[in-house]
T-cell receptor
């Protein structure tokens, strides 16, 4: 039972354009949603998060949007840069009851080309 | 703080042997997670601890897998006996608030 889903395994975007990575979830008990970035041979690194009580959070070139009614979130990267090429994981976590585990999706490989 | 430290970084072992992966979380963090990265399932949660107590081990694939956290600064993931299908990258992560911080991972190869 995949509670966090990333249906696009890969995405290719030209440098300077917008990258949009999508994520869907099934459990309405999640309180936080997070995005991680992973380079080869390294551990995932935290990028940005959003609380379930918000619909948008912005940090520099990165913005995360949350649509609770659709159980959908997205990460926007503007402008995209070649250094953004990596695998991006969406994750979700609850803080109540037994939902405090951190669950990840399967990842989306982003390639930014010149 | 040096971050989450995992050892070894690489492990090659023969089928049937016991394998032990080690993790030192960030000091003060009260959550510790063990993940396995595969192409099909992404970052698969195996087990997690809160204040050294195992909370949910439903992700552990088989009885061959076990994990312990004897104190706040150390955890192990053991596979006995190991099988070729256990070959993957295993990550440990620790957390105190919302986000978790990951170690560099252990690449396990079982031949």
């Amino acid at each position: 039972d995949q509670q966090v889903k990333q249906n696009s395994p890969s995405l290719s975007v030209q440098e300077g354009r917008i990258s949009i990575l999508n994520c869907d979830y099934t459990n309405s008990m999640f309180d936080y949603f997070l995005w991680y970035k992973k380079y080869p041979a390294e551990g995932p690194t935290f990028l940005i998060s959003i609380s379930s009580i918000k619909d948008k959070n912005e940090d520099g070139r990165f913005t995360v949007f949350l649509n609770k009614s659709a159980k959908h979130l997205s990460l926007h990267i503007v402008p995209s840069q070649p250094g953004d090429s990596a695998v991006y994981f969406c994750a979700a976590r609850g803080l109540r009851g037994n939902t405090d585990k951190l669950i990840f999706g399967t990842g989306t490989r982003l390639q930014v080309f010149p | 703080d040096a971050g989450v430290i995992q050892s070894p970084r690489h492990e090659v072992t023969e089928m049937g042997q016991e394998v032990t992966l080690r993790c030192k979380p960030i000091s003060g963090h009260d959550y510790l997670f063990w993940y396995r990265q595969t192409m099909m399932r992404g970052l698969e949660l195996l087990i997690y601890f809160n204040n050294n107590v195992p909370i949910d081990d439903s992700g552990m694939p088989e009885d061959r897998f076990s994990a312990k956290m004897p104190n706040a600064s150390f955890s192990t993931l053991k596979i006995q006996p190991s099988e070729p299908r256990d070959s993957a990258v295993y990550f440990c992560a620790s957390a105190i608030h919302t986000e978790a911080f990951f170690g560099q991972g252990t690449r396990l190869t079982v031949v």
